[in-house]
């Protein structure tokens, strides 16, 4: 199942958030394309992302370059993270893309210039609908059990979004 829009792109948190949670890859049939800056792919460094990120580049992740013209207009709010900037200046170019990110910077400066955000647990939930995983709370539970952070709140809210067992 593809979801509208069908175009993803990723900041390297969506990357490491969804690569801990194994299900980085059902990315590619979630959305027609997913791409990523080479910033975002230099910048995910620990083993288990590191090694999922690969084999994505390998088969389904496409990496992107963004204009110059986007990353001019990105500098003057993420001159120093060249990552973040070049995930933002992409964003700028694919109107009709989604943003994966949980950067709070990243989505609320993509909010204020009309783009689509969503959170890498949110897109688990995406996957839990569109029934390409079984169940969202293992996968929300070995992201966090992984060290990616999702609140308890957002957790049990998550959990009822999917009805299933908070408790479980």
């Known amino acids: 199942m593809i979801v509208e829009p069908a175009e993803a792109i990723l900041d390297a948190n969506a990357i490491i958030g969804l690569a801990k949670g194994e299900v980085l890859?059902?990315?590619?049939?979630?959305y027609?394309?997913?791409?990523c800056p080479s910033e975002v792919v230099e910048e995910v460094c620990d083993p288990v992302s590191a090694r999922a990120l690969?084999?994505?580049?390998?088969?389904?992740?496409?990496?992107?370059?963004p204009s110059d013209r986007s990353m001019s207009q990105a500098m003057s709010r993420f001159g120093h993270q060249d990552a973040d900037?070049?995930?933002v200046?992409?964003?700028?170019?694919?109107?009709?893309?989604?943003?994966?990110?949980?950067?709070k910077a990243?989505?609320?400066?993509?909010?204020?210039?009309?783009?689509?955000?969503?959170?890498p647990e949110g897109v688990v939930v995406a996957m839990k609908?569109?029934?390409?995983?079984?169940?969202?709370?293992?996968?929300?539970?070995?992201?966090m059990g992984a060290g990616y952070c999702i609140r308890a709140g957002a957790l049990s809210a998550l959990l009822s979004q999917l009805d299933e067992d908070p408790t479980a």
């Not at 990243?106 to 959170?119: D, F, K, M, S």
């Open 25 to 30: 890859d059902l990315l590619a049939r979630l």
């Open 32 to 35: 027609w394309r997913v791409s």
């Open 54 to 65: 690969v084999s994505a580049c390998r088969s389904w992740l496409r990496i992107a370059t």
């Open 85 to 87: 900037r070049a995930v």
């Open 89 to 103: 200046a992409l964003a700028l170019d694919r109107p009709d893309a989604e943003t994966i990110t949980g950067d």
């Open 106 to 119: 990243i989505a609320t400066y993509l909010r204020l210039c009309g783009r689509r955000i969503v959170v």
């Open 129 to 143: 609908l569109a029934r390409l995983t079984p169940a969202g709370g293992p996968v929300l539970r070995r992201m």
